[in-house]
């Protein structure tokens, strides 16, 4: 049985670059067997090893060019122009395809187990989340900017408390793995706060100081800060608080319309926002059906070719009754249609993304 580094491996090929050496091997052998001796299609079979060694293992390319070996052995398919220099020269080059094989095999493996490795750790910092957390559906996506990179700079958590149930929406200094250890900081801090802390600006300051003492006892004189956006839905239901410290305000979802949810604006965490008065909190009321969305601004700073902004609540009001005409804004089907849409809008994106959308559950649904 093939290993699960084997399995995963075979599926980074497409299924038909598997199959062409197949389909090579036999097309030639058909055409020499059938084709008049003077058609020369026997060169052919010296690019069979090398491209096998690209795709197959060095037993499937071992075989292959021993068959194909064969092919130009046997009086059947054998041309009269193929010396037996030209056997020793593909001999030759088979052996070169089956190394290499073997070495692409080896690295292929090694990428692997990384990218495995990689996904766990995208799994322990940023974990799934349910589709509901106590009283509140939630749906988040998060994308890195760093090609091949499964974790960056933006994050997002919810979390029950003794206070309700609050969420996270935060956009680390940088992005990519350089800020991976900032954002496991981060969410160690506010995983511990939110079951301490009554007040969310007291949750803002436990997250701050976490950066500050990470800060002081760098390797190098460093700084490091973050936007963060903090949300309560509290147990009794009916509002949401929210706590901005430098970040964007989230977006409220309602009629078919999306408005930005106004708060007193803090400064960045990092910044020694625990030494100072932290922002109030502010609070809105929720109806049946409202979603409130957070995200980062990789989405709204993503421009276009002519280099216009992606204008989120513009494009998001213009949508909502269009793709939900019967008004219920599903907060998964949300953030699949922001990210959908500004990858069209901008194309390539350049920054980090999370997007994390949430709403209170209908009493049915709790019942």
């Not at 995963?8 to 067997?33: C, H, I, Y």
């Not at 216009?308 to 513009?314: N, R, V």
């Amino acid at each position: 049985m093939a290993s699960p580094a084997a399995r995963s491996a075979d599926g980074l090929q497409p299924r038909w670059l598997r199959v062409l050496p197949l389909v090579l091997l036999t097309g030639v052998g058909v055409a020499e067997w059938l084709a008049p001796g003077w058609v020369q299609l026997a060169f052919l079979f010296a690019a069979l090893p090398p491209l096998t060694g690209l795709v197959y293992g060095p037993r499937m390319t071992t075989l292959l060019s021993v068959l194909a070996l064969l092919l130009l052995v046997l009086p059947a398919t054998r041309p009269p122009h193929v010396s037996d220099a030209d056997l020793g020269a593909v001999g030759a080059i088979s052996v070169g395809g089956v190394v290499v094989s073997w070495i692409r095999t080896r690295y292929v493996r090694d990428f692997v187990v990384v990218r495995n490795v990689a996904e766990e750790v995208q799994r322990a910092v940023l974990p799934p989340l349910p589709e509901r957390v106590d009283g509140v559906r939630c749906a988040a996506l998060y994308r890195a900017a760093q090609v091949g990179a499964l974790v960056g700079g933006d994050l997002y958590d919810v979390r029950t408390s003794p206070y309700g149930v609050r969420a996270l929406v935060a956009d680390v200094q940088g992005h990519g793995l350089a800020a991976v250890g900032t954002v496991t900081a981060l969410l160690g801090a506010f995983r511990e706060a939110v079951l301490d802390e009554a007040d969310l600006g007291a949750v803002a300051a436990r997250m701050d100081r976490r950066l500050l003492v990470d800060a002081e006892n760098a390797s190098e004189p460093t700084e490091l800060f973050a936007t963060a956006l903090l949300l309560e839905f509290p147990e009794a239901g009916g509002e949401v608080r929210l706590l901005s410290c430098g970040h964007p305000l989230p977006l409220l979802i309602r009629d078919g319309r999306a408005r930005e949810l106004p708060a007193e604006p803090g400064p960045p965490l990092g910044l020694g926002v625990a030494g100072t008065a932290p922002p109030r909190a502010a609070s809105a009321a929720l109806r049946p059906g409202d979603v409130v969305l957070g995200y980062t601004d990789g989405v709204t700073e993503a421009r276009d070719a002519a280099g216009a902004f992606y204008s989120l609540t513009g494009r998001l009001t213009g949508a909502v009754g269009r793709e939900w005409p019967a008004g219920r804004v599903p907060t998964s089907g949300l953030v699949e249609f922001v990210w959908r849409d500004v990858t069209q809008f901008a194309g390539a994106i350049q920054d980090d993304v999370a997007l994390l959308a949430l709403s209170l559950c209908r009493r049915q649904e709790l019942s």
